[in-house]
Every structure is written in structure tokens, then in C-alpha cells.
């Protein structure tokens, strides 16, 4: 494994790794203050402090590296400046000082007193020196804090007074960061508060910070920087489940995912929900067709879809395109749709969770399906959204969200558009239920009545399913603009139960399903069937059965489930009383002939 994709593993496995542990942290906070920053706009000036072991040499990269990393501003080129003046829509530009201050392009960085096994877990052969109580615990906490409040008393006084590094007023330093030198291991970049010690600098003290490793800031995966940052820039909560159970956003949020290596996209949602660089979304309350230019832009980059089938839960639409610079790794253009529940906060306990994208084969909250395929477009098939479609609108208690999007454009261009449908396929049955047909037979028709609002094109109809062709469709009396109706047929071949659905389509419409289901008999005389006993029927308990000859017994549910099986000799009995009211159907089997006979049984207790 080459160092780039070694880098880019242990990124991913330590930003996972860590938000678990960071989460509950809450619980030790010593002293309260906001949780953010009250104004985002204007200029946040980081700092940044160097820091290596006692046991470690300097850093081998140049100054100008680091450089470039945070403060680098030409046009498409990944920095921390470039990304929140991007993210911000030139609102929040961050730019980074360097401590120790050194001449040159020679890294000159804060030595600690204790070497790099102090800081990596105890182990009483290899690492006599290290930490006990796991990662993040009492003494890890410790040994950390300790260690940032030595490097800040060190370089403080080299931080110009001038230097504005509070820029809301609430006597805290806005942004800090760490970089300590050595590989990703048990040192791993996260975004915490030192709360345990007191360390100011101009009289402004250190709360947030983000704690970064020399290994894991290669320019080829800056993303970990970026995400620790959101954290502090609008205290962003996660996007990913720290339980593994499935994946909400992925590669389409900083705070999903860190499997871009960069440079990387954000969701319009988490710029104006936790950058608040947005003052609002606006909302479709009617049909018709919307465009939209893509996040990057000025203006017009999404829409807020409210649910009618929720108070609360809501979609919004947007445009993603990887001909922007932000947006080039992503695994292709188009519109994502996702679904917010603000109940939630972020995702890192869900489902439920506050930001769900939906993607083909996602057809619950919890599953994965193909988080990569979320984008709709011409080019990729996928024009369509609905409760119905693949994958299908739905809220976070999996029930239907009641939206339908049609007629999405292609990709790649300026913009992008879609249709708001306001059409409806109205049928009045779902489930039908073809009760015993003898084999070589057809029954008696079924009718599905079929009807539409705002319909603006034809309707059609598929049968699907193994056995799709033993049911029959006159179609007749059925209009494919205007709706009419269906009759179904059963047709059965031999003794078993047939099942199949039909569905009903129209443009821009969430398509209906109906489910068939037909049981099949062999036929036999009036005079075979004279001979078999069977009684009593309404039974409240023993059922007596009498064949004169060697039988095998099948008991089914109403739903075709088999119940029970036996065999007999001439006569045999069924106890039905652990069993609930309802109808049953019985089989009797010669075992000689194979000859069958079905009789329907009324439980009744």
C-alpha cells in the first residue's frame, strides 16, 4: 500500500474512531460557554502551533508546505482558505498564523518534555511509559491537555496583540490548531475542548481546537482539516452513524465521509443549517418546472419540498456538478434528493437521522443501498422520484413522504431542472384473491376500476412474476388516457398456489401495484368426493377425517402457508383448537391415484 491510500485509510478509520469517544464528552465540561460562533462573517484568524516530542526531530516538511495547506488562495486550488471562502460564498475567510515563529522555511516547532510514548497506550512490556484507560479516557485527557496548555504558554507571547482572534466577543480564541508530529496511530485528528486546563493567549481563552497529525494533512487528503474545522465553524454535528448500520449521506457531505481525498462537497442544507452563510431555502408549494444552478453558484442552488405527509420532515433538491473544482470527485453529476428531520441532530445515533440521501435500492431507513448512484439525471436513468420509484420517497418511519418529481434534465451543464407533478393514479383495490379454481378452468373476472387526476399521459399496465401468465387481462372497457377498468382472470394448471402482480403506470405519477394470488385444484367426481368424511365443519375443536384408504393430510392457512401435515391409514383426526377463528383449507392426497380433493374448513370457537 502506497503512503497516500495508507494515509487516506487511517484517516477514515480515525475521524470514525474518534466521534464516538468525542460525543460523550459533554459530561465533563467544566465551564460553560456557546457552543459557536454568533457571527461567521469576516475574517477568523487560526492559529496554528507546531508541536513535537522530546524524543522526535523537526518536522521534515517546509514551511511553505503548511503554507500553501491553510492559507494558499489561487483560484482551484485546495486550502482551508479556499474552501470555507467557497463554503461561506465569501463570507468566512480563514486565515492561519504559524507558532513557534521561525525564520526561513525551516520548521521550528514547540519540543515537549515528554517523548511520543507518553501519548500512546500503556503496555507494560513495549510501553511501560504509556497512558492507561483507553482512548479519550481520565488519563489520555490529561496527558492531552496538559500538553496543548505547555505549547500555547510557549508560543504566546509571540501572538501580536493586534492580531483580532475573537471576533465574536465571547472571550474565547475562535479557532486553534495543532499539529503534532509523528504518524496516525494513537494520536488521532479530532475536534475537542480543552476543558480540564486554563490556557489564554492575549487574555482570550483556549476552548475549541481541533488536533491534527503530521501524517494525516498530505495535501492529497486534507479533508480530515476541513471536517475537524466545520466542527468549530458552526459546531456541524456528524453525518455518518458511528453504529455502522447503513450509509445516510456518504461522499455527498464534508461531514459524512472523508472517501473523497479532495477536494470536497457540502450539502446546501449544512451551510444553512450550521454555517448559517444561508438566510433560507426556498420552499415549492406548487406544480410545475423548477431550475437550478449548482451548489457552487450565487444564487438559486436548492429548493425546500415540504412533506404532506409530515408536519415536520422535509426534502430539498439540489445540484451537484464535477465540472466545480469542489465537486470533481464526486461519483458523478446530477441532483440529489434527501430528506431532513429536524427532531434530529445530525446523524451519528440514527436512523432516524436529520439528513437522509436517497439513493437506488434504499428502500428503508435501514438500508444501504448505492450511495455512489444518489445523483438523478437524463444520462443515468434516473428521472424520476416518488413513493413508488426506485428508490422511493419515503420519511424517517419509512411511510410514504407523499412528493413526486419528474422529467429531471441532464447533467453536466450551467443548470439543471425537474417538474413537480401534481398527478395521481387513483385504483380501488390492491389485493386481489382468487379463491379454488379447478385446474383447466378460468374464474369468474375481478375488477380493477382505474382512475387519475391530472393525468398528462397515457396509462399503461405490466404483469410481473413467475407465474404472470396464468392471470388474464381483458382490457376492454379500460381507456389509456382517461382510466376505465380491468378485468382479471385466474387461470390455474395444476395444484398449487399462483401469485403476480400487476402494475399501473403513468407519466409523472407514483405507479400502483396490485398483488394476485390464486389457488389452484385438481377436479374430481361428485362420486370420489361423496366418499370422504370430513366433520364438523363449522369445528370448534377435533377434526375427524374419514378417506377409506391411505391418505396424506395438508392443513393451509387462509394465506396458503402450510399448517400442519400427516398421514393416515382410512380415517385420522386434526386438533384445531391452538389454532386462531378462520377459515382453513384441508387437502387430502391418494397416495396411490394422486388424485387431490380440497375442502374449505370454518374454525369457530
Not at 90 to 117: A, E, W
Not at 140 to 162: C, G, M, W
Not at 375 to 384: D, M, N, Y
Not at 509 to 535: D, H, N, R, W
Request: hydrophobic share 35%; with cysteine.
Amino acid at each position: 500500500m502506497n503512503k497516500r491510500c495508507s494515509i487516506y485509510l487511517k484517516q477514515t478509520l480515525t475521524v470514525l474512531y474518534f466521534i464516538c469517544f468525542c460525543i460523550p464528552l459533554s459530561a465533563i465540561y467544566v465551564e460553560k460557554f456557546p457552543d459557536t460562533l454568533t457571527q461567521y462573517n469576516g475574517t477568523i484568524n487560526n492559529i496554528v502551533i507546531y508541536i513535537s516530542f522530546s524524543d522526535q526531530t523537526e518536522f521534515s516538511e517546509k514551511a511553505i508546505f503548511y503554507h500553501n495547506m491553510f492559507n494558499n488562495d489561487e483560484p482551484n486550488t485546495a486550502s482551508l482558505y479556499n474552501f470555507y471562502k467557497a463554503l461561506s460564498f465569501n463570507k468566512t475567510l480563514v486565515t492561519s498564523t504559524f507558532y513557534p515563529i521561525s525564520s526561513g522555511n525551516v520548521i521550528i516547532s514547540y519540543q515537549d518534555i515528554h517523548p511520543h510514548s507518553y501519548f500512546q497506550p500503556y503496555h507494560a512490556i513495549t510501553n511501560p511509559n504509556g497512558y492507561q484507560g483507553g482512548l479519550f479516557g481520565p488519563e489520555y485527557t490529561s496527558r492531552e491537555h496538559n500538553l496543548l496548555k505547555r505549547a500555547i504558554e510557549f508560543i504566546s507571547e509571540q501572538v501580536p496583540e493586534d492580531l483580532n482572534i475573537d471576533i465574536n466577543n465571547d472571550g474565547r480564541i475562535d479557532l486553534i490548531t495543532f499539529i503534532v508530529r509523528g504518524t496516525v496511530g494513537a494520536l488521532l485528528p479530532h475536534k475537542w475542548i480543552l476543558n480540564t486546563e486554563y490556557a489564554v493567549i492575549n487574555g482570550k481563552r483556549v476552548w475549541n481546537y481541533t488536533f491534527q497529525v503530521e501524517e494525516s494533512l498530505d495535501l492529497s487528503a486534507t479533508v480530515v482539516l476541513y471536517h475537524e474545522t466545520f466542527h468549530i465553524i458552526g459546531t456541524s454535528p456528524e453525518l455518518y452513524r458511528s453504529s455502522n448500520t447503513g450509509i445516510p449521506v456518504g461522499p455527498w457531505d464534508l461531514m459524512a465521509s472523508t472517501s473523497p481525498l479532495n477536494p470536497l462537497t457540502s450539502t446546501v442544507y449544512m451551510r444553512y443549517k450550521y454555517g448559517k452563510w444561508i438566510d433560507n431555502i426556498p420552499e415549492i408549494y406548487e406544480a410545475g418546472v423548477y431550475t437550478l444552478n449548482n451548489v457552487w453558484a450565487d444564487s438559486n442552488y436548492a429548493y425546500k419540498i415540504p412533506s404532506p405527509n409530515s408536519s415536520t420532515e422535509y426534502f430539498i433538491i439540489e445540484y451537484h456538478d464535477t465540472n466545480i473544482f469542489w465537486d470533481s470527485d464526486l461519483p458523478g453529476s446530477g441532483l440529489i434528493i434527501y430528506r431532513i428531520n429536524p427532531a434530529c441532530t445530525g446523524n451519528l445515533n440514527g436512523p432516524p437521522d436529520e439528513m437522509y440521501i436517497f439513493r437506488p435500492g434504499g428502500t428503508t431507513n435501514f438500508g444501504s443501498g448505492n450511495i455512489k448512484d444518489a445523483h438523478f439525471s437524463k444520462q443515468t436513468g434516473r428521472t424520476v422520484f416518488n413513493d413508488s420509484s426506485n428508490p422511493p420517497c419515503f420519511l424517517s418511519n419509512n411511510l410514504p413522504g407523499g412528493i413526486s418529481i419528474c422529467n429531471i434534465s441532464e447533467a453536466g451543464g450551467e443548470t439543471m431542472s425537474f417538474e413537480i407533478s401534481n398527478s395521481l393514479l387513483i385504483v380501488d383495490n390492491t389485493d386481489l384473491v382468487f379463491e379454488e379454481t379447478f385446474t383447466g378452468t378460468t374464474s369468474e373476472p375481478q375488477i380493477i376500476n382505474i382512475s387519475g387526476e391530472n393525468l398528462r399521459g397515457d396509462i399503461t399496465y405490466t404483469k410481473e412474476g413467475q407465474n404472470a401468465e396464468m392471470f388474464d387481462v381483458d382490457s376492454s372497457a379500460f381507456n389509456p388516457v382517461i382510466g376505465g377498468n380491468l378485468k382479471i382472470f385466474f387461470s390455474p394448471v395444476s395444484n398449487k398456489t399462483y401469485n403476480a402482480t400487476i402494475t399501473i403506470k403513468s407519466d409523472c405519477t407514483p405507479s400502483k401495484t396490485i398483488s394476485m394470488k390464486g389457488y389452484g385444484v385438481l377436479a374430481i367426481s361428485e362420486q370420489l368426493e361423496e366418499q370422504i368424511k370430513v366433520f364438523p365443519n363449522p369445528v370448534t375443536g377435533l377434526l375427524t377425517i374419514e378417506t377409506g384408504k391411505m391418505s396424506v393430510i395438508q392443513l393451509f392457512s387462509i394465506e396458503g402457508s402450510l399448517i400442519k401435515e400427516m398421514s393416515i391409514n382410512t380415517a385420522g383426526e386434526i386438533n384445531l383448537s391452538e389454532y386462531a377463528n378462520s377459515l382453513y383449507f384441508l387437502k387430502i392426497i391418494d397416495v396411490i391415484t394422486g388424485t387431490v380433493i380440497s375442502k374449505k374448513i370454518v374454525l369457530e370457537r
